[in-house]
């Protein structure tokens, strides 16, 4: 697939800084569970963190495959933790730019493309996950307040967040009832009520929010009440197909490592490339990267120019979430013993790519979307 | 100031591994190696930005720096980088890298500085596939040019520029006058290495590395002009001076012991190594 070269130029410079600024300190932001901050000013100054936004925010002006292409190219770095932490505002922001004032573009995206602040979607609650109907945080109305109420769950850079994109009940109806807010920290009755320790993607802060009275002036409502669930779905597509990249980049790592690994290691005499099992499981794992990259970027393209394609959405993060389970799975076999070790990449990628049939919907929810997709 | 750079494109440093010599060991095999620009003709490009600017943000463009490479069309890709970290234009000398050596990289270098009359001529001390630290002391030689290699500081000043190099036992200062050929050292990209004759007293880059290029830069680029030439137009009927005569791949790397405390170390040093 021969891409515009503004995109592999581009992804030449979200590689080097994922070889540069990433990789290096991989081990050691993965047992602390935490990247530095400081890695947003400098993913903003090197023009990897926003280059998917317009440029009067801040943004780098490109479209939304410069986005996915800089996913991509920055697991190279090795840490899916990372990239999903640095990448919060890319579901954060979306309900912004899409329902805000200019006066809250400015106010609340400027800043988290520079690098300065971090955003932080919330959905999820304790009691709800993809049936968002089901959201029981309240927004109830007093004078030019809101007053919110409630928890939010599994909220990526949720600890840290200087601004969390809140999806809240303003109104009884199942979706049209749904709106954003921006809760700032800081704000009395809003609190980290824990941060959560999870199998992978363990260079990103995970946290359980509570709101407990919460003040949140109108000035900080996104859009009109009940227009969140729309801006949902629509942050649904991107997100998805983000997760898809993640899967086919996820496998693409463990793949590289598992070709080296096999090239090195040697068993009763011989390489482990030298044995046909071997070989044939790599020929495979290559072959369903391959499949997964193929179905990915076609996706990106169409939904790139403009196409809104659920279903076939759903269907290349379930492929390739299925893709890198199968080959880091593989990939921990070939390494045997080593592969079981915290010291080895795969080891990493087996957990990192574990989240990637759960998050964002999970494979039955997709698979549900894609029935209802083919008239079932 | 007008500023010309020269560039080559190396096998992609990190990915070395990937460098192969087939078994009569007559040439070295490119296919499916991944291409950078050499990362000391980089640190160049960036002195010529630093250069040619105030580091005021935003920056005022002081001059003009054009990118220079010698090299099949797919070397455009390297240019079209250069462009988008900032180079103003850039041109490619259509060739192949068989077909060149040092000695003919610098003169059809000498023939581009004739027709584009630089100020300065920017490249890395060396290059890290060859390693020969050849072309810019044979460039500045044709063009009788005053030359300072191993540049690790540049201070512009009046028809001319302040040159610190590192040296064994302290740093040499060179005064050279314009025009001249200058080869970098990695510290030129240090945060206050480059001094522009605007560059405001006590300004420090926030970096210290190859600036890195933003998406509207990127998305620049492609209207930058960049020119081909063709080799033959340049140094005519002049053909390759030196020859490889056989590669080999060194030797593979034992793999290394881990000592518990320095006493093992120096123990090993001494019996195993005979180092000390």
């Not at chain 1, 969390?164 to 009884?172: K, N």
């Not at chain 2, 070395?16 to 007559?26: C, F, L, Q, T, Y």
């Not at chain 2, 053909?239 to 590669?247: A, I, R």
Request: charged share 25%; proline share 4%.
């Amino acid at each position: 697939m021969k891409l515009d070269e503004h995109y592999e130029l581009f992804r030449a410079s979200c590689l080097r800084f994922a070889r540069e600024k990433i990789a290096p300190f991989v081990e050691e932001w993965e047992e602390a569970e935490l990247f530095p901050r400081e890695l947003y000013l400098e993913a903003a100054a090197a023009g990897v963190l926003a280059a998917a936004y317009p440029e009067e925010y801040g943004g780098g002006g490109g479209d939304m495959l410069h986005g996915l292409i800089g996913v991509e190219a920055l697991l190279t770095g090795g840490s899916s933790g990372v990239v999903a932490g640095l990448g919060s505002l890319g579901i954060a922001l979306p309900p912004i730019l899409a329902l805000g004032s200019e006066e809250q573009k400015q106010r609340f995206i400027a800043p988290v493309l520079r690098g300065e602040k971090v955003a932080a979607l919330a959905i999820t609650e304790p009691g709800t996950g993809s049936d968002v109907a089901g959201i029981a945080t309240r927004a109830v109305r007093d004078g030019t307040d809101y007053v919110l109420n409630g928890s939010k769950m599994f909220i990526t850079s949720g600890a840290r967040a200087d601004l969390v994109s809140v999806l809240a009940r303003t109104g009884p109806d199942k979706h049209g009832g749904l709106t954003f807010f921006v809760v700032e920290k800081g704000m009395p009755g809003f609190s980290v009520s824990r941060a959560l320790k999870k199998t992978g993607w363990r260079a990103s802060d995970t946290a359980e929010l509570g709101f407990d009275g919460v003040r949140v002036p109108e000035a900080n409502r996104i859009g009109d009440e009940g227009s969140g669930f729309v801006a949902l779905m629509k942050n649904f597509q991107h997100e998805r197909l983000a997760l898809a990249f993640y899967g086919h980049a996820t496998a693409a790592i463990a793949l590289e490592d598992a070709l080296a690994y096999a090239r090195a290691r040697s068993a009763f005499g011989r390489p482990l490339v030298g044995f046909q099992v071997t070989r044939h499981k790599l020929a495979r794992m290559a072959t369903e990267v391959e499949a997964a990259r193929t179905l990915n970027y076609s996706c990106a393209l169409r939904v790139r120019d403009g196409d809104y394609l659920v279903k076939e959405v759903s269907m290349a993060k379930n492929f390739s979430a299925e893709v890198a389970q199968r080959v880091c799975y593989e990939a921990v076999q070939i390494f045997g013993g080593m592969g079981f070790m915290r010291e080895t990449r795969v080891e990493r990628l087996s957990r990192d790519a574990r989240l990637l049939p759960i998050g964002g919907g999970t494979t039955e929810i997709m698979n549900e979307i894609i029935a209802k997709g083919l008239g079932l | 100031m007008k500023i010309l750079v020269a560039l080559k494109r190396v096998a992609d440093p990190a990915n070395h591994n990937k460098v192969k010599i087939p078994a009569a060991g007559d040439k070295i095999d490119t296919a499916g190696l991944e291409w950078q620009i050499n990362p000391f003709d980089l640190y160049a490009l960036e002195t010529a930005l630093r250069l040619t600017e105030d580091g005021k943000a935003p920056k005022t463009r002081l001059g003009e720096v054009v990118a220079v490479t010698l090299g099949p069309a797919e070397t455009e890709t390297n240019l079209r980088s250069a462009l988008a970290t900032g180079a103003d234009r850039a041109i490619r000398v259509d060739t192949t890298d068989d077909a060149l050596d040092g000695r003919l990289v610098a003169a059809a270098l000498q023939k581009l500085v004739e027709e584009e009359k630089p100020d300065l001529v920017l490249m890395g001390k060396q290059v890290v596939d060859g390693e020969n630290n050849y072309v810019g002391q044979a460039l500045a030689e044709l063009l009788d040019w005053p030359m300072a290699t191993f540049a690790a500081t540049i201070k512009e000043e009046a028809g001319g520029l302040l040159v610190g190099r590192e040296v064994d036992g302290g740093v040499s200062t060179l005064r050279v006058k314009f025009p001249a050929v200058v080869t970098v050292d990695l510290r030129i990209v240090a945060p206050d290495s480059v001094r522009s004759s605007k560059t405001a007293e006590g300004f420090k880059y926030p970096y210290e590395e190859v600036r890195f290029a933003p998406l509207p830069a990127i998305m620049q680029a492609k209207k930058k002009p960049l020119a081909v030439k063709k080799l033959a137009d340049l140094v005519g009927g002049a053909t390759l001076s030196s020859k490889y005569v056989k590669f080999e791949a060194p030797p593979a790397r034992k793999a290394g012991v881990k000592v518990k405390d320095v006493q093992e170390l120096v123990q090993k040093l001494a019996t195993e190594a005979k180092a000390i």
